[in-house]
C-alpha cells in the first residue's frame, strides 16, 4: 500500500546534539513538508519542497535543515541551532502540479530532549 | 497576515447527535481551497473533508459535511450521527500558494 512512513516513532536528542529524522513516500508525490506541532496550536511548516534538489523555507525554519535528494525522501535535521526542539513532527505530501491537491500525513516522530 | 480561527478549544456530545465545529479565516486571497483534518489519539493526521473556494456548493462525505460562507470567511464542520469513534482533535486549515495555513484545533469527546 502507498503511504508515508516516518522514523523514528520516538527520539532523545542530547544537548549539542544533531539529529535527523526520516521521511519516506511511495505515493510518488512532487511535493513534501515538514511541520511541527507543540500542545494548543495548529501544525507549523518548517520546510516544504516542491521538486528534488530544491526546497523552500517555511515559518519556523531556524534551528532546522533538509535534503531533497531523492523524490521518494525528505529527511530532517534538528540542529543544535534549535534550543526548543521537544515537539511532534509531522511529514507531508502532496500531488505538485494539481494546487488543491490534500496533503497525506505520516504518523510522526516525537522528539524529546534528555 | 493569513490565519485561521477556531473558537472552540473543546467540545462534548452524547453520541448519535450532531454537532458543529466552527472556523473562520482570513486571507486576500481569491483561489484558495479549505480542509477539515481529524487528529484521533494516535496522532495520525486524517483528511475528513475538502472545500473549493470557487464553488458555492458546500461539499459532504457521508456523515460529515461543510457550511461554507465565502463572504463571510466561514467554514464550518457539521458532523451528523457521531461516533465513538469521532473523538479526536479536528483541525481546520486552508491551502494558498502550496502552503496549508492550520488553526489550533478542536478536542472533539463523543461520550456514549
Known amino acids: 500500500d502507498g503511504g508515508i512512513t516516518q522514523s523514528p516513532k520516538y527520539l532523545f536528542r542530547k544537548e549539542g546534539q544533531n539529529v535527523t529524522l526520516s521521511c519516506e513516500q511511495n505515493?510518488?508525490?512532487?511535493?513534501m513538508y515538514w511541520y511541527r506541532q507543540d500542545p494548543g496550536q495548529g501544525l507549523r511548516l518548517i520546510y516544504y519542497?516542491?521538486?528534488?534538489?530544491?526546497?523552500q523555507k517555511g515559518d519556523i525554519a531556524e534551528g532546522y535543515s533538509v535534503s531533497r535528494e531523492k523524490k521518494e525522501s525528505f529527511p530532517l535535521t534538528v540542529t543544535s541551532a534549535q534550543k526548543n526542539p521537544t515537539a511532534f513532527y509531522l511529514c507531508?505530501?502532496?500531488?505538485?502540479?494539481?494546487?488543491?491537491?490534500?496533503?497525506?500525513f505520516g504518523d510522526g516522530t516525537r522528539l524529546s530532549i534528555l | 497576515a493569513q490565519t485561521v480561527t477556531q473558537s472552540q478549544p473543546e467540545m462534548s456530545v452524547q453520541e448519535a447527535e450532531t454537532v458543529t465545529l466552527s472556523c473562520t479565516y482570513d486571507?486576500?486571497?481569491?483561489?484558495?481551497?479549505l480542509f477539515w483534518y481529524k487528529q484521533p489519539p494516535s496522532r495520525q493526521m486524517i483528511l475528513v473533508i475538502r472545500?473549493?473556494?470557487?464553488k458555492q456548493q458546500n461539499a459532504t462525505e457521508n456523515r460529515f459535511s461543510v457550511n461554507f460562507q465565502k463572504a463571510a470567511k466561514s467554514f464550518s464542520l457539521k458532523i451528523s450521527d457521531s461516533q465513538l469513534g469521532d473523538t479526536a482533535m479536528y483541525f481546520c486549515?486552508?491551502?494558498?500558494?502550496?502552503?496549508?495555513?492550520w488553526g489550533a484545533g478542536t478536542k472533539l469527546i463523543i461520550k456514549p
Open positions: 519542497s516542491q521538486i528534488v534538489n530544491d526546497f
Open positions: 472545500q473549493e473556494a470557487y
Open positions: 505515493l510518488n508525490h512532487d511535493a
Open positions: 507531508a505530501s502532496s500531488i505538485e502540479g494539481a494546487k488543491g491537491q490534500p496533503q497525506h
Open positions: 486549515a486552508f491551502l494558498v500558494n502550496y502552503q496549508l495555513i
Open positions: 486571507t486576500s486571497e481569491s483561489n484558495y481551497y
